[in-house]
């Protein structure tokens, strides 16, 4: 009988195959991964919501059907962040105000993956509304860096990559914002991707073109994470603006072998301090797509206004989705909510008239570097992983941020020109911790992202060096 470590160690492709064969049962991966969450989670804090009764009624349910019939994850367990509702499930979204709330109806990400065959028993962690790119709240305490407990598994998808790293999970769910799906994948060396607008459907908040955020899906390796995309992507009326999926499958774009012929390199997208060593670390990873033939320069973008243009775009987000909990829950909100939201009802027109006209100037002048450019790397964090304490980062290369979220404008320029985004494993540091590349393409590129993503996955080597046990502070 195939032991619960092994199956754990295997990558989502294999067990969906596996499922598929008939060579093991989704009870059997929900066993394993209930003693895979005894064994390690109490360290780091991953997964702090579990729904095993649920996830294994749900299993029975599936495996009534023929195989063929089970979805494309063919009954692979799948944690939801706790931001986004599962029906019958706590969901706190990571604070005091929502601590004891079981949604009746879940997301509209969470029912179609449950149609393509997902089996959800977890909510993995997230800070308090996904605000600050350090995984802590006041509901269920901190999320810690699988590679060394003292760290921070970063944010705000921090409990799903603290969660594939660890082995408690083989795919995993998240959303970005600020990159929160590409921050803490580069923490805990594991893939994380933000897809181009639309491409994930969702249950409309607050907006109906509310598009800063998006649903995404991380994994270990890219394959995995092109399965999850794959099972995550389609076309729904109830949220206007998604897509519809591809006739060739992300799996196979990834699976192509198509080599890019022109990549940018850029330290800090001229925005940016950047932490030498991380900065030297991606370097090396993005030269070496000289490798697979392709001419690899030094370029970027002019991205001079994402700072001015992401915070007000991201105040008035909270604004519009947060307000009436800053009238009734003052006193149960965490600081850096407050100021987010304060920020956001001070705005003037002219002040989102402005910040609109930017990102469209931004984005206009990406897409004409794409014109050149197959793909954009740069570095996914600007720090390595820091202290758990440290509710964010204050200074980087000497310079010290305005506020708690400007470090993370080497993601959240991204963000605003509207680019599928991901952050590949590529090196560790000095001291043993993960580092990843964040690799860019072009609005709806994700089939060439992933693409160039498995290229240079397979030269760098670094496949399979998660998951792992939790690691004490060093």
């Not at 095993?52 to 939801?80: N, S, T, Y």
């Not at 590679?147 to 799903?160: E, N, Q, V």
């Not at 790397?377 to 000497?398: D, K, Q, S």
């Amino acid at each position: 009988m195939t032991s619960h470590h092994e199956l754990v160690q295997a990558t989502a492709c294999d067990i969906v195959g596996r499922l598929n064969a008939g060579e093991v049962t989704p009870l059997d991966l929900l066993d394993a991964l209930e003693k895979r969450i005894a064994e390690v989670d109490g360290k780091v804090n991953a997964l702090p919501t579990l729904c095993f009764d649920r996830a294994r009624a749900h299993a029975r349910e599936l495996m009534k059907r023929p195989a063929a019939q089970r979805g494309l994850l063919a009954g692979l367990p799948v944690p939801i962040k706790d931001l986004t509702a599962v029906e019958g499930v706590l969901t706190t979204q990571g604070s005091p105000i929502y601590k004891d709330t079981v949604p009746a109806r879940s997301d509209l990400v969470v029912e179609h993956l449950e149609r393509n065959g997902a089996v959800i028993y977890a909510k993995s962690n997230t800070p308090e509304f996904g605000a600050g790119a350090n995984t802590f709240n006041e509901v269920f305490g901190p999320t810690r860096n699988p590679w060394d407990l003292s760290r921070s598994a970063a944010g705000s998808s921090g409990g799903a990559a603290a969660a594939l790293a660890t082995g408690t999970a083989w795919l995993a769910h998240g959303t970005d914002m600020g990159g929160s799906l590409r921050n803490p994948a580069s923490f805990c060396g594991v893939v994380g991707m933000r897809p181009s607008i639309g491409r994930v459907a969702h249950t409309l908040v607050a907006q109906v073109d509310r598009n800063v955020t998006v649903h995404g899906p991380m994994a270990r390796n890219v394959e995995d994470l092109a399965l999850l995309l794959d099972a995550m992507s389609g076309e729904y009326p109830a949220d206007p603006l998604s897509l519809p999926s591809p006739a060739i499958s992300f799996l196979a774009g990834a699976r192509s072998g198509k080599r890019p012929k022109r990549v940018a390199w850029s330290p800090d997208l001229g925005i940016t301090p950047v932490d030498p060593e991380v900065a030297a670390i991606t370097r090396r990873a993005a030269m070496r797509f000289t490798e697979a033939g392709a001419i690899v320069e030094e370029a970027h973008p002019d991205l001079r206004e994402a700072h001015q243009c992401f915070h007000v775009l991201r105040a008035f987000d909270f604004a519009v989705t947060k307000a009436a909990l800053l009238r009734s829950k003052r006193d149960m909100l965490k600081p850096e909510v407050i100021w987010n939201i304060e920020e956001g009802l001070k705005l003037t027109v002219e002040q989102l008239e402005r910040a609109e006209a930017q990102r469209v100037a931004m984005t206009a002048r990406t897409l004409e570097f794409f014109g050149t450019y197959d793909l954009l790397l740069a570095p996914a964090t600007i720090v390595t992983p820091f202290p758990v304490e440290n509710r964010y980062v204050a200074e980087c290369a000497g310079q010290k941020f305005d506020n708690y979220v400007e470090w993370l404008g080497i993601v959240y320029a991204i963000t605003l020109v509207c680019c599928p985004a991901l952050s590949l494993p590529c090196g560790f540091t000095g001291s043993g911790l993960p580092v990843g590349l964040q690799m860019v393409a072009a609005p709806r590129g994700e089939a060439q992202l992933l693409a160039g993503a498995k290229v240079l996955e397979d030269i760098l080597g670094l496949r399979g060096t998660t998951p792992v046990d939790p690691r004490p502070a060093k």
